[in-house]
Nanobody, 114 residues
Framework: QLVESGGGLVQAGGSLRLSCVAS????????MGWYRQAPGKQRELVAR???????NYADSVKGRFAISRDNAKNTVYLQMNSLKPEDTGTYYC??????????WGQGTQVTVSS
């Protein structure tokens, strides 16, 4: 129900843009966001955006990452700039509807080489 794309291998200082499309079977989307999980670590919030456009970011990505969404396309984006090796991990798209119910993508790998 969530299809992610845009991960890959990039050198430190580079950029990547992640996309996540929510299928039509998910109705009344409220919050859309991105989480990441590095090997041996817990999954953590990277950024999220409400339907009205309000955003939250992890302190570690503020000023480098930008989250946006297109409500007409049920799509959320994560623009990642000035990437660091510590940004390496599996990035998961998350969608919460108004019930609320959580939906998760399958994850996309982001690897930042030093």
């Amino acid at each position: 129900q969530l299809v992610e794309s845009g991960g890959g291998l990039v050198q430190a200082g580079g950029s990547l843009r992640l996309s996540c499309v929510a299928s039509g079977s998910i109705f009344s989307i409220n919050v859309m966001g991105w989480y990441r999980q590095a090997p041996g670590k817990q999954r953590e919030l990277v950024a999220r955006i409400s339907r009205d456009g309000s955003t939250n970011y992890a302190d570690s990505v503020k000023g480098r990452f930008a989250i946006s969404r297109d409500n007409a396309k049920n799509t959320v984006y994560l623009q990642m700039n000035s990437l660091k090796p510590e940004d390496t991990g599996t990035y998961y798209c998350n969608v919460v509807d108004w019930i609320p119910r959580d939906y998760w993508g399958q994850g996309t790998q982001v690897t930042v080489s030093s």
